[in-house]
């Protein structure tokens, strides 16, 4: 608490932050299906596209809430999103027109998408209606990233990729284009040469920016057999000096502390109507916490939700980081595996 | 510059998501704490964005975590 002098410490601010009700994040999976299947990939696709009555229900969710909102974040997740454009298009333009409602509210969304069909006028288009972040992961030049980011048909994905990357920087759409790359022993020898040509490509542009991460252990079946890359491995220093190289520390994304999933306004929606908190574990139990109904109002099992918010409690920020690991940690000594396995031939675990 | 206050007594018990997904805060000397917070910062929007593994969450807490 705060006293007359006193200011609530960093802990404390984040906290107010996540548990304040005058901002709302809901994570979307509009469909779960994907036109890719990357080897590491822990999802199981299961669950097709958003169904009109869930669609209903988040429209109707941000209509009940909008006149009490400073904020919403509307976070599309997948599968992959793009594949459901016309339900991302239908919530946007929805929250778009609850904006126009309500000068108070103040709204963006933002996009995870394997890049293969953001295009440079499909970027300019979803702009429009308050898409203004993405990520897209690339593992390499396409010798590397074709091997493990591949089409469900098998074939390579990185030159149509690079493609869409290149038609936005060309272009003047509003968004920011965070582009995560993975980092593995076996492609660290070609980084240096890779990530010079994103940064003379991309990098003079503020609106890219790059976010270097390895790929690590997490408990799949190819652990004992892939390299990692320490944390504190030389080499990656070089390749972020490498990056902003002729620019500034901006060009280099730094990760909140804080997961979402830590944060009581935050939601993840499924595309089947079920609420959850993490979007990686898409299969445990832990991770349903209600269900959207039509009207846009929720069922919540509140003490399901409670554990994802204990980090709070005991002022962990370890487990504010990565609420999942209090599952991990009580269900066994070691950690169990947090990656949702698939039948397909896995190379590497990264998330 | 102001000194820092007391911390927070946080007890997940104390908060709920009613049927519209707002976060009730039960404990009330809690609920005052939040709001004297908020109004220190009070542009809620001025956050930096959060998404699904965009802002490294997942990145960062889960490969941090669980790493072996």
């Given at each position: 608490?705060?006293?007359?002098?006193?200011?609530?410490?960093?802990?404390?601010?984040?906290?107010?932050?996540?548990?304040?009700?005058?901002?709302?994040?809901?994570?979307?999976?509009?469909?779960?299906?994907?036109?890719?299947?990357?080897?590491?990939?822990?999802?199981?696709?299961?669950?097709?596209?958003?169904?009109?009555?869930?669609?209903?229900?988040?429209?109707?969710?941000?209509?009940?809430?909008?006149?009490?909102?400073?904020?919403?974040?509307?976070?599309?997740?997948?599968?992959?999103?793009?594949?459901?454009?016309?339900?991302?298009?239908?919530?946007?333009?929805?929250?778009?027109?609850?904006?126009?409602?309500?000068?108070?509210?103040?709204?963006?969304?933002?996009?995870?998408?394997?890049?293969?069909?953001?295009?440079?006028?499909?970027?300019?288009?979803?702009?429009?209606?308050?898409?203004?972040?993405?990520?897209?992961?690339?593992?390499?030049?396409?010798?590397?990233?074709?091997?493990?980011?591949?089409?469900?048909?098998?074939?390579?994905?990185?030159?149509?990729?690079?493609?869409?990357?290149?038609?936005?920087?060309?272009?003047?759409?509003?968004?920011?284009?965070?582009?995560?790359?993975?980092?593995?022993?076996?492609?660290?020898?070609?980084?240096?040469?890779?990530?010079?040509?994103?940064?003379?490509?991309?990098?003079?542009?503020?609106?890219?920016?790059?976010?270097?991460?390895?790929?690590?252990?997490?408990?799949?079946?190819?652990?004992?057999?892939?390299?990692?890359?320490?944390?504190?491995?030389?080499?990656?220093?070089g390749l972020r000096a490498l990056l902003t190289e002729g620019g500034g520390e901006e060009r280099l994304f730094a990760p909140e502390e804080v997961c979402y999933?830590?944060?009581?306004?935050?939601?993840?929606?499924?595309?089947?109507?079920?609420?959850?908190?993490?979007?990686?574990?898409?299969?445990?139990?832990?991770?349903?916490?209600?269900?959207?109904?039509?009207?846009?109002?929720?069922?919540?099992?509140?003490?399901?939700?409670?554990?994802?918010?204990?980090?709070?409690?005991?002022?962990?920020?370890?487990?504010?980081?990565?609420?999942?690991?209090?599952?991990?940690?009580?269900?066994?000594?070691?950690?169990?595996?947090?990656?949702?396995?698939?039948?397909?031939?896995?190379?590497?675990?990264?998330? | 510059?102001?000194?820092?206050?007391?911390?927070?007594?946080?007890?997940?018990?104390?908060?709920?998501?009613?049927?519209?997904?707002?976060?009730?805060?039960?404990?009330?000397?809690?609920?005052?704490?939040?709001?004297?917070?908020?109004?220190?910062?009070?542009?809620?929007?001025?956050?930096?964005?959060?998404?699904?593994?965009?802002?490294?969450?997942?990145?960062?807490?889960?490969?941090?975590?669980?790493?072996?």
């Amino acid at each position: 608490m705060t006293d007359s002098t006193g200011e609530p410490s960093p802990f404390d601010r984040e906290f107010a932050e996540s548990v304040r009700s005058d901002r709302l994040q809901l994570i979307l999976l509009p469909t779960e299906q994907c036109n890719f299947r990357c080897t590491y990939c822990y999802e199981d696709f299961a669950i097709g596209r958003m169904a009109p009555e869930v669609v209903a229900g988040v429209k109707n969710l941000i209509d009940r809430r909008a006149a009490g909102l400073r904020h919403l974040q509307v976070s599309w997740f997948g599968g992959e999103p793009m594949l459901a454009r016309p339900v991302i298009e239908e919530v946007t333009a929805h929250a778009r027109a609850a904006q126009r409602r309500h000068p108070g509210l103040g709204y963006e969304s933002d996009m995870t998408t394997n890049g293969y069909l953001v295009d440079g006028r499909t970027a300019e288009h979803l702009a429009g209606l308050g898409v203004r972040a993405y990520q897209v992961s690339l593992d390499g030049p396409a010798a590397f990233h074709d091997l493990t980011r591949v089409r469900a048909d098998g074939r390579g994905t990185f030159e149509q990729v690079w493609r869409n990357l290149e038609e936005v920087r060309a272009g003047s759409a509003d968004v920011r284009m965070l582009l995560r790359v993975h980092l593995t022993p076996e492609n660290l020898p070609v980084m240096p040469e890779f990530l010079a040509r994103i940064r003379d490509t991309f990098l003079d542009d503020p609106r890219f920016s790059v976010f270097l991460k390895r790929v690590v252990r997490l408990g799949g079946p190819n652990d004992d057999t892939m390299d990692v890359l320490d944390s504190d491995d030389g080499k990656i220093a070089g390749l972020r000096a490498l990056l902003t190289e002729g620019g500034g520390e901006e060009r280099l994304f730094a990760p909140e502390e804080v997961c979402y999933a830590a944060r009581a306004n935050s939601l993840l929606v499924r595309a089947d109507g079920r609420l959850g908190k993490c979007t990686v574990a898409l299969s445990d139990p832990a991770n349903d916490i209600g269900r959207l109904r039509p009207d846009g109002s929720v069922e919540i099992d509140n003490p399901r939700l409670r554990p994802w918010l204990q980090g709070w409690a005991a002022r962990d920020p370890e487990l504010n980081a990565c609420p999942y690991a209090a599952f991990t940690r009580q269900a066994e000594p070691e950690p169990k595996p947090l990656l949702q396995i698939s039948k397909r031939p896995l190379a590497a675990a990264s998330v | 510059m102001a000194s820092q206050g007391p911390t927070f007594a946080i007890s997940t018990a104390d908060l709920t998501l009613d049927d519209e997904g707002r976060v009730h805060i039960q404990n009330p000397e809690l609920a005052e704490s939040v709001v004297a917070a908020m109004a220190s910062s009070p542009n809620a929007s001025a956050r930096a964005t959060t998404n699904n593994c965009h802002g490294g969450n997942c990145a960062k807490g889960c490969g941090k975590s669980v790493e072996r």
